[in-house]
Every structure is written in structure tokens, then in C-alpha cells.
């Protein structure tokens, strides 16, 4: 296995996989770490945790398994994948999960990197920027769980690592792989141990890729990914984008997230398919009948249009009425109130979930009981269909940001979008 990736949530595990099957690897995600006897034949496997909320201690014993797995296979290379808006406070745990992994491979140095040029995230002279805006000045600024107030990586990593924390700058970059490699070399030399990479294009992407292909660890977004893959690839990548082509067959479409861009997606989306408001009050009542009242709808209505579509998308004020109602129960239950929904779905002959959201991704996946993924063409940047090893369906799990307006119709089979 060349590369072996760590990955703290769902859809950003398919994000990477998607990357890694585009830059030439045979790829295979996993959800959780799988069981010591499992056997996977990809060059790169992903294993998808659900580790990005969870407190340090939890999220380094989650990610040392998943390394013990990995390393079993003669995994050349560790990737730890995050989020490319970085997700994580002085509190967070990218930092300690860095460390662990670290200590566990015995290297005294790794790279940070969370840029995704195509998606908008590029990092210079080691700030994070989302679209044109400061990672401090953007919409993550008011993020419920890790609000992100510093786009400085320097020192959002010496706040939750062991060390110090270098960079290279793009002006390095734009030198090549040697000057990469040399600048890495010679902050080893002064004992940093975490080097932030800028990249701001595809073109640093590639230079840093093949600058950083031998380190035991990286970290960072899937853009270094794609990096990597394009280095050290041999060309297999056309057939694993064959085993995750969706199957035909009716669909849905669930909704869980409330970010900006789904809030835009599913309001075009409303315009041209059946939809149906999921109601927090019932799913705070009872999450498993409401599940079933959903997916009833869901197959009642007709399957030679755009697939139905359940939603709990909210806005920013009316998520703020209902937390300050229901706190954090909401969300849990409207998470069981999807993954009951899945379950009945696919039970009444759903083959196609589009799931909007990294959480309500996570509990969808875990409800149809998947235990992994090969990995299909790309819908839009990060999002790649993605078709279950153990039984005959197929995703789309889409980050929250993820995607252009028109997302949801892009999922429609060819005759449907027309
Ligand atoms: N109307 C609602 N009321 C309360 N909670 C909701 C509502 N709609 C969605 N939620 C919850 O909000 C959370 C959204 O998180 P999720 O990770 O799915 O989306 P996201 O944060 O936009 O995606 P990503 O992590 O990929 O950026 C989920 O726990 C979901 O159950
Ligand atoms: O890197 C990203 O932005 C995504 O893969 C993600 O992790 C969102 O949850």
C-alpha cells in the first residue's frame, strides 16, 4: 500500500479518496478502522473516523488504530486528513493526533498543509484563506463547535502540538522540489517539527507533492493529496473509477447540513423535486417513526424525475431559534431521525443516497450498515460517488461547503438532468 490515509470525518474521506483516485491511485475507503482479518487490494486506503468533535484523548486512541491497521499492510506512507478550513481550536486535536502519530512512526518532523486550491482554500505565508477571505474572517469565524477566531497555521498548531512550527513560503515553493525539500531539511536542522506548506494553485500542489512523497507522515486536506497521488502513481486509477460508477436505480436526496452553500443548494433544488421539511419536534419525540413517516413519503412519490428530497436545512436564525429551544438534542435526533429514514429507504429499494453534510453523513453510512467504498468519478470538486463494498448502493456524501448551486440535480442520472 503506498499511501494510507487517516481521515477525521465521512465526507472528508471522500473527498481525499476522490483526489487520490484522480491523481492515478487504485483507492478503497473504509468506515472505521476494520477488523485485523479484512483484506483490501488498493494502493491507497482511507479510513474514515468520526473524530473531528471528539476530545483529544478519544481521537489519538481512534487514529492509533486506525495506524496499527495501516501499518499491518506495509503502509509506505501515513496520511492524516483534515479539514481544509482546519477545524480546530487551541483545544482541537489535530495537533495531539499529529504528535501521537508521530511518536508511534518515531519521525521528529511533518507537514501541515490544508490548502484546496479548487475549492477556494489556499494557505500564504502560512495563513489559511477561504475564497478571499481570512480563515478568521470567514464564516468559520462562527463555527459552533470550532469557531475559528486565528488563520495563522503557525500558531493554531504551537497552541495544541508538542513544538515548534515552521513554513514554506510560496516563494520557496515556486522554486521547485529541491528548494521544498532543502527549506524542510534545514527547520529539521532547528528542531521544528511541523512545517506548513503554502500552496495556492494546483501548479504548488504538484511540486509539493513530489517534495514530500518519502515523509513517513503528512497532514493536511486533500489537495496534497491529489499531490502526492500524481507522484507516485503508476496509472491504475481508470478501473477503481469503474467499481464506484452509480448504479442506476431510484434515489434520494437528504439534507442535514446547514451551511451556507446547502442552504443555496437545497433551495434550488426545492424548485424542481418533491420535497419534504423534516419536523425537529417530532424527531425529538420519536426519531425512529418519524424516520419511517419520511421514508414512506420518499417512496411514494414518483421515480422518473429528480429523486425526492428530505431536508432538515436550516438557516443560521432559525438554527439559533431551535438550539436555543432544544440545545444540541435537535441535532442528535435529527441524525437518528435520518439514519431511520436510510435504513427503511434502502430496505423499500432506494439505491442512490445523495447525503448533505459531514455528521448526517456519518450516521447515514453507519445506518446502511456500509462497511466501504470504491470510489467513483467526481460530481464536483471533493465529492466522488462512492459505491458500497457489501451491498448494491451508492453515495454522494457532500461536505456542508462543498459543490456548486446546482448540486443536487448534477446527481441526477443523464436523462433525468437533461
Ligand atoms: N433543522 C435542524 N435543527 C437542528 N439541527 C439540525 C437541523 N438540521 C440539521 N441539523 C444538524 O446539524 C448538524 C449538521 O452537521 P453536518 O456535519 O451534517 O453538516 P455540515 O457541518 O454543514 O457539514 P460538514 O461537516 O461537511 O461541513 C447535524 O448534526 C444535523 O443533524
Ligand atoms: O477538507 C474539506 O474541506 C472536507 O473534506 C471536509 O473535511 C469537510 O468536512
Redesign the pocket.
Known amino acids: 500500500m503506498k499511501i494510507g490515509v487517516i481521515a477525521d470525518?465521512f465526507?472528508?474521506a471522500t473527498?481525499?479518496a476522490g483526489f487520490l483516485v484522480a491523481g492515478g491511485l487504485a483507492t478503497t475507503q473504509m468506515i472505521g478502522v476494520p477488523g485485523a482479518d479484512a483484506v483490501v487490494e488498493a494502493e491507497a486506503v482511507v479510513i474514515s473516523l468520526k473524530s473531528r468533535s471528539n476530545p483529544a484523548g478519544q481521537a489519538v486512541a481512534d487514529s492509533l488504530a486506525a495506524l496499527d491497521w495501516l501499518r499491518a499492510r506495509g503502509c509506505a506512507q501515513v496520511y492524516q486528513k483534515?479539514?481544509?478550513?482546519f477545524d480546530s481550536t487551541a483545544e482541537g486535536n489535530i495537533g495531539p493526533v499529529a504528535d501521537a502519530l508521530m511518536a508511534a512512526l518515531g519521525t521528529d518532523i511533518t507537514v501541515i498543509c490544508p490548502a484546496?486550491p479548487v475549492?477556494g482554500?489556499s494557505v500564504y505565508l502560512g495563513h489559511l484563506f477561504v475564497g478571499e477571505a481570512l480563515l478568521q474572517d470567514s464564516g468559520m469565524r462562527d463555527h459552533p463547535i470550532t469557531p475559528m477566531r486565528d488563520s495563522s497555521l503557525i500558531r493554531l498548531m504551537e497552541a495544541q502540538a508538542q513544538g515548534r512550527c515552521g513554513l514554506v513560503a510560496a516563494s520557496s515553493v515556486d522554486q521547485g522540489v529541491e528548494a521544498v525539500r532543502a527549506r524542510i531539511a534545514a527547520l529539521r536542522t532547528e528542531g521544528v517539527r511541523y512545517v506548513v506548506l503554502d500552496a495556492i494553485s494546483d501548479a504548488h500542489l504538484d511540486v509539493l507533492g513530489q517534495a514530500v512523497r518519502d515523509m513517513a507522515l503528512v497532514t493536511g486536506?486533500?489537495g496534497l493529496g491529489l499531490g502526492i497521488a500524481r507522484a507516485v502513481a503508476d496509472g491504475a486509477a481508470a478501473q477503481a473509477q469503474d467499481a464506484g460508477a452509480p448504479l442506476p436505480g431510484p434515489g434520494v436526496v437528504i439534507s442535514g447540513s446547514c451551511s451556507q452553500m446547502t442552504n443555496r443548494q437545497v433551495a434550488a433544488y426545492r424548485a424542481v423535486a418533491p420535497t419534504r421539511e423534516v419536523d425537529v419536534a417530532r424527531c425529538l419525540d420519536d426519531a425512529d417513526a418519524h424516520g419511517a413517516e419520511l421514508a414512506r413519503w420518499v417512496l411514494d412519490q414518483p421515480q422518473d424525475g429528480p429523486a425526492p428530497m428530505i431536508t432538515a436545512t436550516a438557516t443560521p436564525d432559525q438554527l439559533r431559534q431551535i438550539q436555543s429551544r432544544h440545545g444540541s438534542a435537535a441535532s442528535e435526533a435529527v441524525e437518528r431521525t435520518f439514519a431511520a429514514a436510510a435504513r427503511a429507504l434502502a430496505q423499500g429499494g432506494i439505491t442512490r443516497f445523495v447525503v448533505a453534510g459531514?455528521e448526517t453523513s456519518g450516521s447515514v453510512t453507519q445506518a446502511l450498515e456500509v462497511t466501504g467504498f470504491a470510489i467513483g468519478p467526481q460530481i464536483a470538486p471533493?465529492v466522488p460517488w462512492v459505491r458500497a463494498l457489501n451491498r448494491p448502493l451508492s453515495l454522494a456524501l457532500k461536505?456542508?461547503?462543498?459543490g456548486a448551486q446546482g448540486f443536487f440535480l448534477d446527481c441526477q442520472p443523464k436523462g433525468v438532468r437533461a
Open positions: 470525518d465526507t472528508g473527498d481525499i483534515y479539514c481544509s478550513t484546496l475549492n482554500r486536506g486533500s459531514g471533493g461536505s456542508g461547503n462543498f
